[in-house]
């Protein structure tokens, strides 16, 4: 079965510094790739998506995200977070012609420091 | 445009009771999804539907009972509840074909079983 690793479990960073968390996924086929955020008390929200093209995809908020095939890896990245991306950050897959359900990642607290 | 409700936001429960979860979409999306969200864990799919009268199971099924008898609800029901099922509940709704499949989330429920 696929799975999805996400390998930091919380981030802390000073704002404006820069953001990547990292997200590997376990399957050789073709995949749909996505980012959601979930603020606190509050649902998931879409970041951005993959799913074919420009391995860099531009997301919300200033969000973008890198599919590196070879890697297996879909890192999403900021430039200069604030103290307002301070959230969950979720990795999740679809694997291409299955029933279309979302595999996540454990996720990625994120916090951001003013 | 409401979305994607659940009902109720907060449930506190005793072992051994029945439990539903409700879930209510607008947008007539064929597919829905119930998650669960554990510490450690991000989400994991419990049950889906691709629409009415059809439905499947995910990763952790057991415990739980689904039905779709109308393609905008989506309830989910612990037979009989036990400590282990204490978490966060999430129903989503997908739209779309290739690049704009899109799932949403609901608000989510948060049950606790005593």
């Known amino acids: 079965a696929q799975s999805v690793s996400q390998h930091n479990h919380h981030v802390i960073l000073s704002e404006a510094a820069s953001l990547e968390l990292g997200c590997n996924y376990s399957y050789g086929g073709t995949v749909n790739l996505f980012w959601y955020v979930q603020y606190p008390g509050q649902h998931l929200q879409l970041l951005l998506k993959y799913f074919s093209g420009d391995p860099l995809v531009k997301g919300i908020k200033g969000f973008e995200a890198e599919f590196i095939q070879s890697k297996f890896s879909f890192n999403l990245r900021k430039p200069s977070v604030q103290w307002s991306d301070t959230a969950e950050y979720f990795c999740a897959v679809i694997i291409s012609g299955s029933a279309r359900q979302l595999t996540f990642g454990s996720g990625t607290q994120l916090t951001v420091l003013p | 445009d409401a979305g994607i409700t659940q009902s109720p936001r907060y449930k506190i429960t005793e072992t051994g009771r029945q439990v539903t979860l409700m879930c209510h979409q607008t947008?007539?999306?064929?597919?829905m999804f119930w998650y669960r969200q554990d510490l450690g864990h991000g989400l994991r799919l419990i049950y889906y539907s691709a629409a009415a009268d059809i439905t499947d199971k995910g990763e952790v099924p057991d415990g739980y009972v689904v039905s779709r008898s109308k393609t905008e609800n989506f309830p989910l029901t612990l037979e009989s509840a036990t400590r282990s099922q204490t978490s966060v509940y999430f129903c989503a709704s997908r739209t779309g074909t290739g690049s704009s499949d899109t799932q949403y989330f609901g608000p989510g429920t948060r049950l606790t079983v005593l």
């Open positions: 947008w007539s999306h064929s597919y």
